[in-house]
Nanobody, 123 residues
Framework: QVQLVESGGGLVQAGGSLRLSCAAS????????MGWFRQAPGKERLIVAA????????YYLDSVKGRFTISRNNAKDTVYLQMNSLKPEDTAVYYC????????????????WGRGTQVTVSS
């Protein structure tokens, strides 16, 4: 089992920044690819960013490219999502997830999920 706990969400004005963290515990964190997903009210959950166990293979949703950066620190068992130039449409609950093997954009290929952290961007 891997337990994931997100933090760092909050309310920010458009154009602002937030840094989300996801702390992992349980099995060896470095064995897992990690992803950040988000779900806005009434919408499906979708991938925002993902990276492999080394942090060397990275995926971004097109709408966040150039604004968001995913990274990980395996020594601290933590994955991060730096979010800059935030827009109201980034408002959502953000979840981190873990899976063994390579990165994936598919929700059903992730084995472990955190409970999420709310990000609200005001206009």
């Amino acid at each position: 089992q891997v337990q994931l706990v997100e933090s760092g969400g909050g309310l920010v004005q458009a154009g602002g920044s937030l840094r989300l963290s996801c702390a992992a515990s349980g099995r060896t964190f470095s064995n897992y690819a990690m992803g950040w997903f988000r779900q806005a009210p009434g919408k499906e959950r979708l991938i925002v960013a993902a990276l492999n166990w080394r942090g060397g293979v990275i995926y971004y949703l097109d709408s966040v490219k150039g604004r968001f950066t995913i990274s990980r620190n395996n020594a601290k068992d933590t994955v991060y999502l730096q979010m800059n130039s935030l827009k109201p449409e980034d408002t959502a609950v953000y979840y981190c997830a873990a899976r063994q093997g390579g990165i994936s954009a598919r929700l059903d290929e992730y084995d472990y999920w955190g409970r999420g952290t709310q990000v609200t961007v005001s206009s």
